[in-house]
């Protein structure tokens, strides 16, 4: 059996990672980091994940990061989960990745700028300007979403995958930072079906008390004192 320890914190896109072990039931010990505190700084976590970020994935020893690798990865050694559709070709496994790679790189960079527009830009009005034009990008995305949902419940028609799990946490986010979802009620129904999922329950509780011993300790993220330390230059 593998050995795994999955690196995160609370309600980042860890929070993907951590469903795809939940569903393909993977047994996995799972180790929260501290911005506040500086865990994602220290040398100990920095030899695992030299960006220190998060989801990292030890298995065996040797860490996986990013999680678009994680992911396939999972899909990979537990294909029967159906974490992924099962590919009939290389053109059809290049499309499998396209949507991952598009949550990762296309999807969840809009989600830096509406929450952080200061990590973009250290000027407030500019910054302002940031957070709308990101807002205005990820509305397009979601048209792209509610549209394909139109076929079917999941991303890929009837059967449900990881990438509805990685959908649904870019929607968390940036409903939680105050994008009008009203305008796209597939994918309110997207998120409420999803929440039923066993796997998903577990996963929110699982972060919701990393959340509240985190603040409890006084370590809770501060989005304001974030974007104060970006504009003097004191973020990692």
Known sequence: MMDLT???????????????????????????ISFVRGDHRADWFRTL????????LVIDGAPLTENMAILHWLAQVRPEAGLLPEASSAF????LL?????????LHPIVTRMRLPHFFCDQP??????????????????????????????????????????INWIWFRVTGCGL????????????????DRPSVRKVLD???AASRQLAEQGLAV????IASQVSQGKAA
């Open 6 to 32: 999955l690196y995160y914190a609370p309600d980042t896109c860890a929070r993907v990672t951590m469903i795809a072990l939940e569903e393909a039931a993977l047994p996995y010990d799972a180790r929260l």
């Open 49 to 56: 994940n030299p960006r220190g970020r998060v989801p990292t």
């Open 92 to 95: 059809e496994q290049a499309r």
């Open 98 to 106: 396209a949507d991952l790679a598009w949550c990762a790189s296309g």
């Open 125 to 166: 009005d500019a910054a302002a300007n940031v957070r709308a034009l990101a807002e205005a990008a990820m509305i397009a995305e979601f048209r792209t979403i509610e549209a394909r949902l139109a076929a079917g419940p999941w991303w890929y028609g009837e059967r449900w995958s990881i990438i509805d799990a990685y």
């Open 180 to 195: 009008d979802a009203s305008a796209f009620p597939r994918l309110q129904d997207h998120d409420r079906r999803l929440s």
């Open 206 to 208: 699982v972060h919701a």
């Open 222 to 225: 501060n989005f304001d004192t």
